[in-house]
């Protein structure tokens, strides 16, 4: 039986029911009717619905109700515990446009990734690469119950931040997957788990989402960004390279809304830079010692040297490589925001090359 057919039966076992008329008041309750949005080049995209009243987004939004941006209210609704309902503590302007990147580039580690192309890699090889990616699944992990902790306490009024991180959160379970499945199907298994310093500072900070954000993205994100970079760099196989490069794209995607959001935070609230700042300094310590982890670190060292032996040497040397690079872009990233570190931290300064480190100002 289709399921019109059911349909039909249905409302024919029903029709000898004394059923009252309907009640249309509802018909008359709109806040802009008549709106009529057409697609673009790339189809019909969520910023595109930011037309009339439904594009208004305000710098405050009152309503602590489930009520979509332009919907008419309800009186008598109960509020709900939607605490960020200032546009400053969630908004960046491409968050529309990155939640339709997200959709868009989707994948699927069960089918996408040609897990055909493992073939058996030397045993410390084998043992680095899934201790590598069990760190990076608790890094993921960490980030995603950070995100679903905030995005559910975030205003409907600003609904395509809302939407983004709903989808940034799939992305991380993504990536949880790949890891773990990758560590599973060519002979190794999950390795050590991590001490997760900065794991516990990312889920234990309570003082906002825009906190959160300064430790995820800022604090770690150029880290795991150049740890994604290098592992596709040194990739084994065509499986490792599928997953490192959507997993590359997808966190660069992460850390734009996270860079938009922080500058859009700093100008629109008085004493935000400062704020930040402070974070910085009480996070550079962590992400030090996460940095210095000699588990992670090795791992990554016998990855990128081929062995034990070629971690010694070169392998050491791409690692130095690595948290260089992660953290020049996090000095730039800094710049950018205009909060420019003229000092860090000792231990990620001494991380640097001796000729790259910052120097204290000089005093008069």
Known sequence: MTQTSRVKNLTASVAHIDVPPPKLQWMGHSMQWGTRVT????????????????????????DQSRRPRGAADLPGMPPLPYHLRSKHQVWADSAADLYEEAIQHRWIPAT???????????????????????????????????????????????????????????????????????????????????????????LESRGGWTEAVVYVYVLRGFYIQNQYRFLLAHAHNAAERVIFAHCLADHARHMTYALDHLKYAINQQDGQRAVIQTLLSIGERTMARE??????????????????????????????????????????????????????????????????????????
């Open 112 to 202: 996408d990734i040609p897990w055909n192309a493992l073939s058996p890699l030397p045993d410390d090889v084998e043992r680095a690469v899934c201790q590598v990616l069990t760190e990076l699944m608790q890094a993921a992990n960490a980030e995603l119950e950070c995100i679903t902790y905030w995005q559910e306490q975030m205003s409907y009024g600003y609904h395509e931040v809302k939407q983004l991180l709903a989808v940034t959160a799939l992305t991380c379970a993504r990536h949880i997957d790949a890891f773990r499945k990758r560590c599973l199907a060519n002979g190794g298994g999950l390795g050590l788990e991590s001490r997760g310093r900065m794991n516990r500072a990312i």
């Open 291 to 364: 940095m210095e982890e000699p588990v992670q670190r090795s791992a990554l060292a016998v990855v990128f040297g081929g062995g034990i032996e070629g971690g010694r040497q070169e392998g050491m040397a791409t690692w130095h490589a690595l948290v260089r690079s992660a953290i020049h872009e996090y000095l730039d990233a800094c710049e950018w925001l205009g909060v420019k570190r003229n000092m860090i931290h000792r231990r990620l300064n001494a991380l640097l090359p001796s000729d790259e480190q910052l120097k204290p100002p000089a005093r008069d």
């Open 39 to 62: 697609k673009g080049e790339h189809g019909l995209r969520l910023g595109d619905l930011n037309v009339g009243i439904y594009g208004e987004i305000p710098q405050h939004w009152e």
